[in-house]
């Protein structure tokens, strides 16, 4: 059972550096999201795709660009990377849309640092 | 705008003991509620998803009720153990628009 996977698990940048976050879901919902939680901030929504082919901003998403490559694949690119951007970031799929319950699943976070 | 408060931040409680964990919100119009659990370090892990038309859900020693008149849920842990520290997020589903909104979550700590 994959549910939701990201890669990469830690990661270490210098400020201007760019990098990608990957995230797959095998359960074939329609809905991801990417999530940041910083201490004291909770959990914030950066970006989300409610179907193939489509992405929307969420709360926070400046800094940031998503592709959302195909029903299981939904990325997330920080182009040029600033210390702001150090957190946690969470991907997440659910049903939602698809006359289901709505349930999220997260995936177990990717660790950025940017120095 | 929906906003979700979980009060206290964090609570220690001694094991055996049964404990309830608040969660409410601003917005009664929600599609469903989910509550979550968090171990350090890791990511959320789904205990209980409470749809807009339903009054509760359970799950071995947890249960989770709704009263959306009054912008409220509770999560019950029944007899509390060590294995049950973790920090609990409760999050609303919102709208047409799908936006989930999560609050702070509750730091849990159940001693020996």
């Known amino acids: 059972n994959a549910g939701v996977t990201q890669t990469p698990k830690f990661q270490v940048l210098k400020t201007g550096q760019s990098m990608t976050l990957q995230c797959a879901q095998d359960?074939?919902?329609?809905?991801m999201y990417w999530y940041r939680q910083d201490p004291g901030m909770g959990l914030r929504l950066i970006y989300y795709?409610?179907?193939?082919?489509?992405?929307d901003k969420g709360e926070v998403p400046n800094g940031y660009n998503v592709s959302r490559l195909n029903k299981r694949e939904f990325s997330l690119r920080l182009e040029s990377a600033a210390p702001s951007q150090t957190s946690v970031y969470f991907c997440?799929?659910?049903?939602?849309?698809?006359?289901?319950?709505?349930?999220?699943?997260f995936g177990e976070g990717s660790r950025l640092t940017v120095l | 705008k929906q906003e979700v408060t979980q009060i206290p931040a964090a609570l220690s409680v001694p094991e055996g003991e049964n404990l309830v964990l608040n969660c409410s919100f601003t917005d009664s119009a929600i599609y469903n509620l989910q509550w979550f659990r968090q171990d350090p370090g890791k990511g959320l892990t789904s205990l209980l998803l409470?749809?807009?038309?339903?009054r509760e859900q359970t799950s071995g020693r947890l249960n989770a009720s709704l009263d959306k008149s009054s912008g409220r849920s509770t999560l019950y842990i029944a007899a509390s153990q060590p294995g049950d520290s973790a920090t609990y997020l409760c999050a609303v589903l919102t709208g047409a628009n799908s936006k989930l909104t999560f609050g702070k979550g509750i730091t849990l700590s159940v001693r020996p």
């Open positions: 795709s409610a179907s193939e082919g489509t992405t």
């Open positions: 997440a799929s659910s049903d939602r849309g698809q006359s289901n319950t709505g349930e999220l699943f």
């Open positions: 409470i749809q807009s038309s339903q």
């Open positions: 359960m074939n919902h329609n809905s």
